[in-house]
């Protein structure tokens, strides 16, 4: 045995987060959030004077 051994490779590897996934993650789980948290989603009417007038709504919930 040398001073130079090293772990066979496959004990090495190790699954490797890349930055693109992290942030991929990180955004989907924010937006996750914040269409439940928020209410931000929902319309109660589209603007206009003929949707003012129909009393229709054209608002759904997530």
């Given at each position: 045995?040398?001073?130079?051994?090293?772990?066979?490779?496959?004990?090495?590897?190790?699954?490797r987060v890349?930055?693109?996934?992290?942030?991929?993650?990180?955004?989907?789980?924010?937006?996750?959030?914040?269409?439940?948290?928020?209410?931000?989603?929902?319309?109660?009417?589209?603007?206009?004077?003929?949707?003012?007038?129909?009393?229709?709504?054209?608002?759904?919930?997530?």
């Amino acid at each position: 045995m040398s001073v130079t051994d090293h772990d066979p490779p496959e004990a090495r590897r190790t699954p490797r987060v890349h930055r693109g996934e992290l942030i991929s993650v990180c955004s989907a789980l924010l937006l996750l959030i914040i269409m439940f948290a928020l209410e931000w989603y929902g319309v109660d009417e589209m603007p206009g004077p003929d949707t003012a007038r129909s009393g229709l709504s054209h608002a759904e919930n997530a």
